[in-house]
């Protein structure tokens, strides 16, 4: 019996009722089977041709959101749960890329027919609430247990572009690997230059799972150079054996550590990938699956900013904290390095944190309050005496407020500015 969450039988009983069959669908029995917990549920209903039947029961329960009506489905928020509700469907391949579909409702389908749309038997099962019965036509079931991903079917898995970097995430995330066949039809694939087909957008939410979702997100690489990835991930095509091997390790070592917020993690993911390429390759690879501007200046930024984990001292760091954030400098750096310079790592972290620059720069101790004070005018000269003044507190020529107010005096006393400029 597959475990669903029991608060799900209010809705499941009134759509029984009306006569309606409830079958819990794709990812959720997959997940669900994996004990992996999801509170995305996805429903296919049978025994109604009217999407309009279906919002009007559901809105007994919540709000319901009809975003998705153009292809059978409604959306509801149910007790914290995620809900999608749709009725089964044919998908018609009419054009070139991930959405050259052509979506249609067809309420005659039994339930092998409409799982037959999609791409792996291990998504192609369902859960009969009613009979507690396991749906699998597919033999999905088998495949989870012989750790296999296959396809539903091989002639029609290239109509999607994107099912092949789908194939290297699920791979990825569930420790699977690729049916003979299966292997064989994605690198003719990427052979085909597929993902030309595909908006950047789609291509990072794919990486995107593959590092954040997977144990060991090398699996997930390993297989991309397999198959042949590289024709279009280029800037990896010239990289060693020993560098990519590296950059792997990196990727592992940081999965278990990596923090809780999302955007922390991609960015040091993505800086572990691009950490042996060149500037402008780090800038070709990344253009290829993303224009977020800010990750892009955050990767571009880590992977250029070098640091001697040997030899610095405090105004090495002082510098380095106005360039880049040094607690994620660092969190890239372990990982780099594989835990192999741990003992040097903690050491500047240590020093940064008790110089108060480990999540920021040094808050300057000179301001221009302060030169108001000595009787200078705001001017173009303001920004060169602060300069000298910020650069004299990281060199610690003064550690307070009140010995910065002498080095400013005795500063201003012995440069040739003009008080008097406007």
Same mark, same amino acid.
């Given at each position: 019996?597959?475990?669903?969450?029991?608060?799900?039988?209010?809705?499941?009983?009134?759509?029984?009722?009306?006569?309606?069959?409830?079958?819990?669908?794709?990812?959720?029995?997959?997940?669900?089977?994996?004990?992996?917990?999801?509170?995305?549920?996805?429903?296919?209903?049978?025994?109604?041709?009217?999407?309009?039947?279906?919002?009007?029961?559901?809105?007994?329960?919540?709000?319901?959101?009809?975003?998705?009506?153009?292809?059978?489905?409604?959306?509801?928020?149910?007790?914290? *749960?995620?809900?999608?509700?749709?009725?089964?469907?044919?998908?018609?391949?009419?054009?070139?890329?991930?959405?050259?579909?052509?979506?249609?409702?067809?309420?005659?389908?039994?339930?092998?027919?409409?799982?037959?749309?999609?791409?792996?038997?291990?998504?192609?099962?369902?859960?009969?609430v009613q009979k507690k019965e396991l749906l699998d036509p597919f033999s999905g079931l088998?495949?989870?247990?012989?750790?296999?991903?296959?396809?539903?079917?091989?002639?029609?898995?290239?109509?999607?572009?994107?099912?092949?970097?789908?194939?290297?995430?699920?791979?990825?995330?569930?420790?699977?690997?690729?049916?003979?066949?299966?292997?064989?039809?994605?690198?003719?694939?990427?052979?085909?230059?597929?993902?030309?087909?595909?908006?950047?957008?789609?291509?990072?939410?794919?990486?995107?799972?593959?590092?954040?979702?997977?144990?060991?997100?090398?699996?997930?690489?390993?297989?991309?150079?397999?198959?042949?990835?590289?024709?279009?991930?280029?800037?990896?095509?010239?990289?060693?054996?020993?560098?990519?091997?590296?950059?792997?390790?990196?990727?592992?070592?940081?999965?278990?550590?990596?923090?809780?917020?999302?955007?922390?993690?991609?960015?040091?993911?993505?800086?572990?990938?691009?950490?042996?390429?060149?500037?402008?390759?780090?800038?070709?690879? *990344?253009?290829?699956?993303?224009?977020?501007?800010?990750?892009?200046?955050?990767?571009?930024?880590?992977?250029?900013?070098?640091?001697?984990?040997?030899?610095?001292?405090?105004?090495?760091?002082?510098?380095?904290?106005?360039?880049?954030?040094?607690?994620?400098?660092?969190?890239?750096?372990?990982?780099?390095?594989?835990?192999?310079?741990?003992?040097?790592?903690?050491?500047?972290?240590?020093?940064?944190?008790?110089?108060?620059?480990?999540?920021?720069?040094?808050?300057?101790?000179?301001?221009?309050?302060?030169?108001?004070?000595?009787? *200078?005018?705001?001017?173009?000269?303001?920004?060169?005496?602060?300069?000298?003044?910020?650069?004299?507190?990281?060199?610690?020529?003064?550690?307070?407020?009140?010995?910065?107010?002498?080095?400013?005096?005795?500063?201003?006393?012995?440069?040739?500015?003009?008080?008097?400029?406007?």
């Amino acid at each position: 019996m597959l475990q669903y969450p029991k608060v799900l039988d209010i809705i499941f009983d009134e759509l029984h009722k009306k006569g309606i069959k409830p079958i819990i669908v794709g990812g959720f029995v997959r997940d669900a089977l994996l004990n992996i917990p999801s509170a995305d549920i996805d429903i296919e209903l049978y025994g109604i041709n009217s999407l309009q039947e279906v919002e009007k029961i559901l809105a007994k329960f919540a709000k319901v959101n009809s975003v998705g009506k153009n292809f059978g489905i409604c959306k509801l928020i149910f007790h914290t *749960l995620d809900l999608d509700f749709s009725l089964p469907r044919k998908d018609n391949k009419i054009a070139q890329g991930h959405q050259g579909f052509e979506v249609s409702i067809d309420t005659s389908l039994n339930f092998r027919d409409a799982s037959s749309r999609r791409d792996f038997t291990i998504n192609a099962m369902g859960y009969d609430v009613q009979k507690k019965e396991l749906l699998d036509p597919f033999s999905g079931l088998e495949d989870l247990k012989n750790h296999l991903l296959r396809a539903v079917d091989l002639k029609k898995f290239d109509e999607d572009p994107l099912r092949v970097l789908r194939a290297i995430m699920f791979a990825s995330r569930f420790n699977l690997h690729l049916d003979a066949l299966l292997f064989q039809k994605c690198k003719m694939m990427m052979h085909d230059n597929v993902l030309l087909q595909l908006p950047r957008e789609r291509i990072f939410d794919e990486i995107k799972k593959i590092l954040l979702k997977s144990p060991k997100p090398s699996l997930g690489f390993r297989l991309l150079k397999e198959i042949d990835g590289f024709i279009f991930f280029q800037e990896f095509k010239n990289l060693s054996d020993e560098k990519y091997n590296l950059i792997l390790q990196s990727l592992d070592v940081y999965s278990k550590q990596s923090s809780k917020d999302e955007k922390t993690n991609l960015i040091i993911f993505f800086s572990l990938l691009s950490s042996k390429f060149t500037y402008s390759q780090t800038q070709s690879f *990344l253009s290829k699956i993303t224009n977020d501007k800010e990750l892009i200046k955050s990767v571009l930024l880590l992977t250029q900013t070098q640091l001697s984990l040997e030899n610095y001292n405090n105004y090495t760091l002082y510098k380095l904290a106005c360039k880049v954030n040094i607690s994620l400098y660092l969190r890239y750096l372990k990982a780099l390095h594989h835990n192999k310079k741990n003992d040097l790592i903690h050491k500047i972290s240590k020093t940064a944190k008790a110089l108060h620059i480990y999540n920021q720069k040094a808050k300057p101790l000179i301001l221009g309050r302060d030169l108001q004070a000595e009787g *200078l005018k705001a001017s173009k000269e303001f920004g060169i005496i602060l300069n000298a003044a910020y650069e004299a507190q990281m060199r610690e020529e003064f550690k307070d407020k009140q010995e910065a107010i002498i080095w400013l005096k005795n500063y201003l006393s012995s440069s040739k500015f003009d008080k008097t400029l406007p």
